[in-house]
């Protein structure tokens, strides 16, 4: 997170982070991901683009905060399936959406605690950037300043939060082109002043905005773009309202392995 401040133990629940199992200590989360029910994880389909897609490589993280210190809520499980969207294609950008199941029976999987909990899923069609909406990015990535151009090429120990602006889809439409379609969302600042934005390893993490009554939604996922904190290129996020029939496929499918 670029231009990011400490979260507090506890205040982001649904946070979860995707490591490789061989991980060494000392070692960063590869992606983030969020929880969506006690046996659902939400991430992006190119967390899984280096290391493929055996289940048994990875291993998640919930109730984290510090990467390298044994939290009082942290635990850490094994994800049982790797569900990555069919239309997912290495080579591009476009459904950079993936659904990790946990091991355990419906609705067992994990118990919700003061550090673990699932985040609302937003309403079909709701188009986030109609009214001007701030929304908050997490994760454990790489870090910099928020009034420098560069970044500090160091993960974070502890999980960051920023504020970041939803910006109008031809923001993002006039840098990337073709390559920035209707099932993504457009967010960062454009002030050279203070510079916020996801980077490498917040990637499949959340941005959540909050709706009426203050409920936090889960608005995008942490995606792609072209490099860190420049204001000039926005960074890119998948669309979560645009893959809720797709998420209830998934989730309400009967499964047998
Ligand atoms: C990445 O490499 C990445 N500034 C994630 C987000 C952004 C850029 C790169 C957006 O995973």
């Known amino acids: 997170i670029i231009g990011g401040d400490k979260t507090l133990r506890g205040e982001w629940p649904w ?3 995707v490591w490789l199992r061989s991980q060494s200590k000392g070692s ?3 992606c983030g991901a969020s929880l ?7 991430t992006a389909a190119h967390c899984f683009k280096r290391f493929g ?7 998640l993280r919930l109730g984290d905060y510090h990467t390298e210190e044994q939290d009082d809520f942290e635990r850490t499980l094994s994800p049982e399936r790797i569900v990555i969207h069919r239309k997912y294609h290495s080579q591009g950008w476009e459904y950079d959406i993936a659904l990790l199941r946990l091991k355990g029976t419906e609705g067992n999987c994990v118990a919700f605690n003061p550090h673990t909990g699932a985040v609302c899923l937003p309403e079909a069609g709701h188009r986030w950037e109609k009214r001007p909406t701030s929304c908050v990015i997490t994760g454990w990535g790489i870090t910099g300043s928020s009034h420098t151009s560069s970044t500090d090429l160091e993960y974070s120990r502890t999980l960051l939060q920023a504020w970041v602006p939803l910006l109008p889809a031809w923001r993002c439409k006039k840098r990337y082109g073709d390559r920035f379609t209707g099932r993504m969302l457009c967010a960062g600042s454009l002030s050279d002043r203070h510079r916020v934005d996801s980077c490498q390893g917040d990637s499949g993490g959340p941005l959540v905005c909050q709706g009426e009554g203050g409920r936090w939604v889960l608005t995008g996922v942490i995606s792609w773009g072209h490099g860190c904190g420049n204001p000039s290129f926005p960074g890119v996020y998948t669309r979560v309202s645009r893959f809720l029939r797709w998420i209830d496929k998934v989730v309400n499918k009967p499964y047998k392995s």
Not at 53 to 59: E, G, K, V
């Open 15 to 17: 946070q979860v982070s």
């Open 53 to 59: 897609r055996d289940p048994s490589r990875y291993i």
């Open 28 to 30: 960063h989360p590869l």
């Open 36 to 42: 969506i029910s006690p046996c659902w994880v939400l």
